[in-house]
């Protein structure tokens, strides 16, 4: 089994932690209110749209399932704040 675990926050001081847990393909998400844990519940398991770099001014339009890979999670990732308001904190232990 294999997890891989990120710190998440909202609000000021609001942590928590989500583990993606890589071969059920399935996310805990540890937060202190339980609307906060149904916003990114929701967030990851649904399809998105995402305009992933492929260099310094180029893009592609890819379509993620979060839960689907470890490389799409991290890539949903990064736009969650945009999306639900929800930073992840890549630098922070978990």
């Given at each position: 089994?294999?997890?891989f675990r990120v710190a998440i926050h909202y609000g000021v001081n609001s942590n928590g932690f989500l583990a993606y847990d890589t071969?059920?393909?399935t996310v805990t998400i540890d937060l202190p209110e339980q609307e906060?844990?149904?916003k990114v519940h929701a967030y990851l398991n649904e399809e998105h749209t995402i305009e992933n770099a492929t260099g310094l001014d180029t893009y592609e339009r890819v379509q993620v399932k979060p839960l689907?890979?470890?490389e799409n999670f991290k890539l949903a990732l990064t736009r969650m704040?945009?999306?639900i308001d929800v930073?992840?904190?890549w630098s922070r232990p978990a």
């Open positions: 089994m294999s997890i071969d059920t393909k906060w844990i149904d689907e890979s470890l704040w945009v999306a930073q992840v904190d």
